[in-house]
């Protein structure tokens, strides 16, 4: 046994691209693993640690409101506030109403406005609330943080209190304020703007003094505002202070109540959206800071989940595909020793010994490619760590190495691929060493050889030569073709993955003619001559009409009817042509829906969707596509959805400008200010957005440089085994007279047509592939991304795969050109 | 005392849906010691003898003893550990593995022994002590024969089975394996069962065997000639 091993050992030599291959492709695979598991493990052990040690919040909630529920007493609620003239004339009016039961909905909608302006939902239904919270066995507590922007940066401050049961602070460096005016920040921030601790730090106009960094435990993917939804640690702070300083800070204050269950369970065993789910119950409403909430402490999750899982599906194919070129270096191994095997067995060697020795195989690359694999992903993963920690604000456990990094990366792949060779190896040796002994090739003449000739029968001797000896051994055949099918898979992700999502970007904001997106409280009626005006009222729609026939769909679909002018300056509407479809909207139905929607619920062009607005079903024709992979969007006629909604006159609630006076930093006067609930920098999320999709892209990028090299050594590998494959045959040829060049022509070449067939038929499974994936990712994200590939990036993807094959030949032939014609004939 | 009775053996191959006799009905002993060389031309079902008294192949029809045990009823398993044990092959091949020396060589088959043997004794009985650390493919070809037989030598085996021994050689290197072989079977006194077409070197044999279609024409003692003596054909 020992000398059988030393023996396939030794014969490694004779095998060295391809083994080299195979120890590179396992390299890759464990270098992928690693990092990204260490670096993810890191991330999520120190995640739900904190969660638990934080004991960050489970759910924020408010009371429930209905308005249409309201007494005149709750209006005593607003008896301390200093209310403006207008607001006063309001509730006057709604006193009124109330008493004699006759408000319409549109004071009821304005006392909503008004209750959720000076947070006064909090004070509402707190029995009711009280009782769920016994039921449910959770316990809450309010929370409440105030939001100023300067100079671009938005500033969250909470008041520190140490004894809050739920979302505790928690201090990486430094101290907890004690003194007034003094802080703690983002340890992020700190470092983008360069700040100490002990610095001070001038914020209108008061001077407050740095004494720590510290994380707000529910600010795991720290959004500071629902303004700015994608983090930057150069423009959002999160700060600590005193409840003294709190009271003087100036800012837009949000209160909301946060709970956690008693129930000790860990908070990655708790399904919130389970058959109990608390977010159906009556007594608690949630909003969207509340969805925003959730985002905070679950965003992480989207991020590290799909990351996992990639990796885990990348070592899987990896391992696939290693196990296909194992099989094929042990048969072939084999087959070159056909005779030797079969004195072995003659001698009394059993096959289960022969075939052990060949499992040296699996062992020299698994130990060699993991090793390898092991120390570069291990390097890896400390970067990796870094960009996840860029984004999400969690304490890091130190690294631990676990049994299933050793598991996967060596025992696994070791198993798999020893077992596959053993059955390789006993599904050849078992014959009978008679068989064995035989001289000269077993293989006969298959049907696909039978086939071939006679379809090329009319051929050149060349061609029909080309063929019978490519279809001689169906099992080689398919070998090549699914191993560069595999290959074909990797080169179309790399031309579809490069740069897809800064593309994006650039499309969707490159013509964008608008700087500020405004959103007001209320409805304005009038006109704004210095922007366009949308009437932006979200809704569902509850059925679409396809050719006629009415589709009930599964939920409903979630959209914003958005009321636009015919007369739009800053605001476009394009198809995927690039033409302006805005005039499309013909008529007071016609409505143009986003590709977005249109893709992800098979909705297109004059199929009716059915909107429900006062109880009212209204059908609408779908007139059109606009190009945007974001939006939730239907347009439609704003006079007509005015109307549709009981507005006298037409009305709008955002405006579309360039006017810099709409800018964060810009001056509007007091008046205008308090009708606005939120201001948008188009440029500003542009530019977040762009640096989030620029980590994508280089996520992507690295998947891209590992497939371009993955399918580089496949491809490597093949064309070895092609050139030994047919040493015979070429050593024949060689003695018959034929040329190199007539060798490589006749004998070389009869697989590059399988090699083509096999990519050309990659490119569309590779599409339907990412399609699949970018769906799941869509959902998400709210988004629908196109994948296409060009005629030019095929013809690109041709060249590569057809440029290595014939390097890996080149590679080999080198090889071959060294054996004499004698030795080649004597080896065979 | 015989060491390998075969009793009314037959193998019977189908060709195109005709039964084609390899070996006919035929019946032998062999004695323990014995070299017996079975000549006969190309398709005279030689060959296909040494295969089932072997256990290499099975017999179609008739059972063939080894020490009284009937081998023919053996299933592959057993018939592996019969090979393991009692017999040695020397082929006209040398299938040599390549990576390994002349002394793994060896070992090869002293590794699969009952008993333990003396790898060194068996190298210098074969006369390649000077070729020890040497790699097949730097031997010329009698050299490469002479490890083949080391090799089945080492396993200690009743029986040695040549099937062309010297087929690939030169008359020079085909006699020095022979008295190679000749020096084994007096040292060792194992049973020796060589085919080949090569009338001359029947001579060395004790008995020689003679087959045509399958079945044997002649059966006659012979006294053993040295090799050095024979003149090749």
Redesign the interface.
């Known amino acids: 046994?020992?000398?059988?091993f030393?023996?396939?050992?030794?014969?490694l030599i004779n095998k060295k691209i391809q083994i080299t291959g195979l120890i590179l492709l396992i390299a890759i695979s464990a270098t992928m693993y690693v990092a990204a598991n260490v670096a993810i493990n890191q991330v999520e052990d120190g995640y739900y640690a904190y969660l638990n040690e934080q004991n960050v919040e489970h759910f924020s909630f408010l009371p429930s409101f209905d308005e249409t529920k309201l007494t005149v007493n709750d209006l005593q609620l607003f008896e301390d506030e200093n209310l403006s003239e207008e607001e006063n004339l309001l509730l006057l009016q709604i006193t009124q109403c109330l008493e004699a039961n006759t408000c319409n909905e549109q004071q009821l909608f304005m006392l909503r406005n008004l209750f959720s302006t000076y947070n006064k939902m909090l004070y509402i239904n707190l029995e009711e609330v009280e009782k769920l919270a016994n039921e449910k066995d959770f316990y809450y507590e309010l929370e409440k943080s105030k939001i100023k922007i300067n100079e671009k940066v938005y500033y969250k401050a909470i008041p520190i209190n140490l004894d809050k049961k739920i979302n505790k602070p928690y201090l990486l460096e430094g101290n907890f304020p004690v003194e007034e005016n003094e802080i703690t920040i983002l340890p992020s921030y700190a470092e983008a703007k360069g700040l100490n601790i002990g610095d001070t730090y001038e914020l209108n106009e008061v001077e407050y003094k740095i004494v720590g960094t510290a994380f707000a435990s529910d600010h795991i993917y720290p959004i500071v505002s629902l303004n700015v939804p994608i983090f930057n640690e150069e423009t959002n702070n999160i700060m600590f202070m005193t409840n003294e300083t709190y009271d003087k800070f100036t800012g837009l204050e949000e209160k909301i109540y946060v709970a956690r269950y008693n129930e000790d369970l860990p908070f990655n065993e708790r399904d919130l959206f389970g058959e109990e789910t608390i977010f159906e119950e009556d007594a608690i409403s949630f909003t969207p800071s509340s969805i925003a909430r959730f985002i905070r402490v679950e965003a992480i999750k989207g991020d590290l989940e799909p990351n996992k899982t990639f990796s885990n599906i990348f070592v899987n194919v990896l391992l696939v595909i290693s196990g296909v070129i194992i099989v094929i270096i042990v048969k072939k191994r084999i087959e070159s020793?056909k005779?030797?095997v079969?004195?072995?067995?003659?001698?009394?060697?059993?096959a289960s010994a022969i075939a052990s020795s060949y499992l040296v195989y699996p062992i020299i690359s698994v130990l060699a490619g993991s090793l390898i694999g092991y120390f570069i992903g291990m390097y890896l993963a400390e970067p990796l760590t870094n960009v996840y920690v860029s984004f999400y604000n969690v304490p890091l456990k130190p690294f631990e190495l676990e049994y299933e990094y050793i598991s996967r990366i060596f025992i696994t792949p070791m198993l798999v691929l020893a077992l596959i060779s053993f059955l390789t190896a006993m599904l050849m040796i078992r014959k009978?060493?008679?068989f064995l002994?035989k001289?000269g090739s077993n293989i006969k003449v298959n049907f696909l050889t039978r086939l071939s000739n006679k379809i090329l029968r009319k051929t050149k001797f060349k061609t029909r030569f080309k063929y019978s000896l490519a279809f001689r051994s169906i099992g080689k055949l398919l070998i090549v073709t699914i191993v560069s099918f595999a290959s074909g898979l990797l080169i179309t992700l790399v031309l579809i993955g490069n740069g897809l999502f800064s593309s994006i970007i650039d499309e969707t904001f490159g013509n964008m003619k608008f700087d500020y997106i405004v959103a007001y409280n209320g409805f304005i009626p009038g006109e704004n001559e210095e922007a366009d005006q949308f009437l932006i009222i979200d809704n569902e729609i509850s059925k679409k009409i396809t050719d006629g026939k009415e589709v009930e769909l599964e939920e409903e679909i979630e959209i914003s009817l958005s009321g636009i002018d015919d007369d739009l300056k800053y605001f476009e509407l394009k198809d995927d042509k690039g033409n302006d479809i805005l005039e499309l909207i013909d008529s007071d139905t016609d409505v143009l829906i986003s590709y977005r929607i249109s893709e992800l619920n098979e909705i297109k062009v004059n199929d009716t969707i059915v909107v429900l607005i006062n109880g009212e079903e209204i059908e609408l024709t779908v007139a059109g596509i606009y190009q945007d992979y974001f939006s939730s969007s239907v347009f439609m006629n704003r006079e007509y959805l005015s109307v549709l909604y009981s507005f006298e006159a037409p009305v709008y609630n955002q405006i579309y400008t360039t006017n810099p006076k709409y800018d964060l930093d810009g001056e509007l006067e007091e008046s205008e200010l308090e009708k606005i609930a939120g201001q948008f920098s188009v440029r500003d999320l542009e530019e977040n957005i762009t640096s989030q999709v620029e980590a994508m892209d280089l996520v992507l990028y690295i998947v891209v440089v590992f497939a371009a090299i993955m399918s580089f050594i496949i491809m490597l590998v093949v064309a070895n085994i092609v050139v030994e494959e047919n040493r015979k045959n070429i050593s024949l040829m060689k003695v018959l007279g034929y040329k190199n060049k007539q060798i490589g022509s006749i004998v070389l070449n009869i697989y590059t047509p399988f090699i083509l067939i096999s990519y050309l038929i990659a490119i569309p499974v590779m599409i339907k592939i990412v399609k699949e994936l970018l769906e799941i990712f869509a959902d998400d994200l709210e988004m629908a991304i196109p994948i296409t590939i060009s005629f030019s990036q095929v013809l690109i993807g041709m060249f590569a795969i057809l440029g290595a094959y014939y390097m890996g030949m080149a590679i080999s032939r080198r090889v071959l050109n060294k054996i004499t014609l004698a030795e080649a004939l004597k080896r065979e | 005392m015989e060491k390998i009775i075969a009793q009314d053996i037959s193998k019977v191959y189908c060709i195109d849906d005709r039964d084609f006799y390899a070996i006919n009905d035929l019946n032998l002993e062999i004695k323990k010691g014995e070299i017996v060389v079975v000549l006969g031309p190309s398709g005279s079902g030689k060959t296909t003898l040494l295969?089932v008294l072997?256990g290499?192949?099975t017999v179609s029809v008739g059972n063939v003893f080894y020490d009284k045990e009937n081998i023919a009823k053996y299933s592959?398993r057993k018939l592996?550990?019969?090979?393991?044990?009692k017999s040695?092959?020397v082929?006209q091949?040398y299938?040599?593995?390549?990576?390994?020396t002349v002394y793994?060589n060896v070992?090869?088959?002293s590794?699969?022994a009952s008993e333990k043997t003396d790898i060194d004794e068996i190298i210098s009985v074969v006369g390649l002590k000077n070729h020890i650390k040497k790699k097949p493919h730097q031997l010329s070809g009698g050299e490469q024969q002479r490890v083949s037989l080391a090799?089945?030598l080492a396993?200690n085996p009743e029986v040695l089975f040549c099937d062309e021994p010297t087929g690939a050689l030169d008359e020079k290197t085909g006699k020095n394996v022979l008295e190679k072989l000749i020096k084994v079977n007096e040292k060792y006194n194992t049973t020796m069962i060589i085919v080949t077409h090569n009338p001359s070197i029947a001579l060395i044999g004790d008995r020689i065997i003679k087959m045509n279609s399958g079945r044997i024409v002649s059966d006659e003692p012979n006294k053993r000639v040295k090799p050095t003596d024979i003149s090749w054909g």
């Open positions: 046994m020992k000398l059988l030393i023996n396939s050992l030794k014969g020793e005779t030797q079969g004195i072995l067995k003659s001698m009394g060697y059993k009978k060493p008679l002994l001289e | 295969n072997s290499l192949d592959d592996t550990a019969h090979r393991r044990l040695s092959f082929f091949n299938n040599l593995l390549e990576n390994l793994q070992m090869i088959g590794e699969i090799r089945a396993k």
